[in-house]
């Protein structure tokens, strides 16, 4: 386990001036640079996303910290998510995480997979993204590693892509939280970006006290109808790809993917949950309850075990 995370104060962190307020996405945020002077866990004069949560679900920011540091413990690339504070002018403190960007603007440049879809189909609803799915996704990946080549196996890539979603219940995974990074030089090879934007997840929507004695088959039945953004193809819009039965596909489609899915599987999520029982005893003035960490864990571990009953079906 790395580190244990603190929270960071960003009150007087220099603003964007391009990206104040930045503009993509359904909650507030602000394009932030780290001071140059050493702050433990904070890269010296780097942009992070200071991003709030929806005012229905105020603890929602707390999810992209624990979604990193899952993702961090189980080999995914996730960008670092930490608690933060902001003291605004009138003295109002504004709790969110602080994201920090995962890719250096002074030296690459990013596109959203959004600009790929609508150059494949024409009638693509960037808004909604009812056709955002899987078989045009690996199109792009096939296409971009054909012309350019992607520095990582973009089919494993996208195995971690699924996995993550899957296990974290992510369900917002649309054509603008994904893209291709791009390096300086005509002959560099592009990557696929980390899986980053991860607050739509864990359960965030559910008041912990009304799901607290919800019994393991309630539990299972939500856990299998969660759902990713992607669609499977653009001729079914209205069907979005159920997270385990992407689970079951992955598996179907190579050893490959069962060897990595079955190792990850083994892992003690109950020893990695207990780690971060911590995160409950960092004051804050939004704090994450016990109740709240409670549901989270119990999600995980039965998101595990359906994953691994398919790993025996």
Known sequence: MAQQIQVIDVTGWFVDDTHGIFPIGARDKQMLWSPETAIPGIKPNWPYLFKCSRTAYPD??????????LGNELGFDVPKALPARMTDAEGHVVCAALIEWF?????????????????LIDDFDNDKGTKHNLTDLKTICQEFDSLIGI???WQHWLTQLLLFDTLI???????ENWGIIFNSGLSSKVLLSPLYDNGTSLGHERFPAKVANWPEPRLESY????????R???????????????IRMLLNESAENQAYIRQ???????AL????????????EIPLSKQRFDWICRLLLCRQKLICELLTS
């Open 60 to 69: 929602q920011f707390w999810m992209e910290c624990i979604a990193y540091l």
């Open 223 to 230: 856990i299998q109808s969660g759902e990713h953004h992607l």
């Open 103 to 119: 890719y250096n603007p002074k030296t690459q440049s990013f596109a959203h997979a959004a600009d790929y879809f609508q150059n």
């Open 273 to 284: 949950l207990a780690k971060l029982a911590y995160l409950c005893e960092i004051e804050l």
């Open 151 to 153: 520095e990582q196996p």
């Open 169 to 175: 219940g992510n369900t917002d995974r649309h054509q």
């Open 264 to 270: 990850l599987m083994q892992t003690d999520f109950t």
């Open 232 to 246: 499977l193809d653009n001729l079914n819009p209205d069907n979005r790809l159920n997270h385990l039965e992407s």
